[in-house]
């Protein structure tokens, strides 16, 4: 996929997933990889906002980072999308998996 607003990602696997759809080095189970996706497409967005991305997902905004949660049939949260934005750009797009530890430098 093109990546037009995406500007960084601190999770190589994740960007390998974004570009490739190759999911291999992602935890993720099927149903979430599918919510991963939209997530990401809606973060590439030429008109991205983050108040519209409120109106779809549950957003959590912290001092450090900005966060999405992924979940499972759009019930059960297993991990989230973190990333920080400005000016409708958005940087150092992430993961967090429950149960899973990375490391966004070595994945």
Same mark, same amino acid.
């Given at each position: 996929?093109? #990546? !037009?607003?995406?500007? $960084?990602?601190? $999770?190589?696997? +994740?960007? /390998?997933?974004? !570009? @490739?759809?190759?999911?291999?080095? /992602? ?5 979430? /990889?599918?919510?991963? $996706?939209?997530?990401?497409?809606? +973060?590439? +967005? ?5 108040? *519209?991305? !409120? /109106?779809?997902?549950? #957003? %959590?905004?912290?001092? *450090? ?7 499972? %049939? !759009? ?6 999308? +973190?990333?920080? &934005? &400005? ?7 992430? &993961? ?5 530890? @990375? *490391? $966004? %430098? @070595? *994945?």
């Amino acid at each position: 996929m093109e #990546v !037009r607003l995406i500007k $960084s990602f601190k $999770s190589a696997a +994740l960007e /390998l997933y974004f !570009r @490739h759809a190759d999911a291999s080095n /992602l935890p993720f189970c099927s149903t979430a /990889l599918a919510e991963v $996706s939209e997530i990401l497409i809606d +973060l590439n +967005l030429p008109d991205f906002d983050i108040a *519209d991305l !409120r /109106l779809l997902w549950t #957003v %959590n905004e912290y001092s *450090d980072f900005t966060s999405v949660t992924v979940t499972v %049939n !759009r019930t059960e949260p297993t991990g989230a999308i +973190l990333f920080n &934005y &400005y000016q409708s750009q958005v940087y150092e797009v992430d &993961y967090f998996c429950e149960g899973y530890s @990375h *490391d $966004s %430098n @070595h *994945d």
